[in-house]
């Protein structure tokens, strides 16, 4: 699936990842492939996300999340330094 994450300053990342797990405002939940679609949102903490290669980590401070159709895009606030 595909994984895009945004703030309103930059793209943090877009890629092909083979799963997720996100900061959801009510608790953490993990998006695979085929997943139903969803929107939440997304309380401060981290996006963890695997490629085919390694485990990728980004920390969020907020946010909203859409899945639909194998496509995921994060809405963030902004990226903890």
């Given at each position: 699936m595909n994984l895009e994450i945004l703030t309103p300053e930059k793209k943090v990342f877009e890629g092909e990842v083979n799963s997720a797990i996100f900061p959801g405002?009510?608790?953490?939940?993990?998006?695979?492939?085929?997943?139903?679609?969803?929107?939440?949102?997304?309380k401060d903490?981290?996006?963890?996300?695997?490629?085919?290669?390694?485990?990728?980590?980004?920390?969020?401070?907020?946010?909203?999340?859409?899945?639909?159709?194998?496509?995921?895009i994060v809405l963030a606030d902004g990226i903890a330094q």
């Open positions: 405002a009510d608790g953490s939940f993990q998006v695979l492939n085929n997943h139903a679609p969803l929107i939440s949102l997304l903490g981290a996006i963890e996300f695997r490629t085919k290669e390694k485990t990728e980590k980004v920390v969020i401070t907020g946010g909203v999340v859409e899945v639909l159709q194998n496509r995921v």
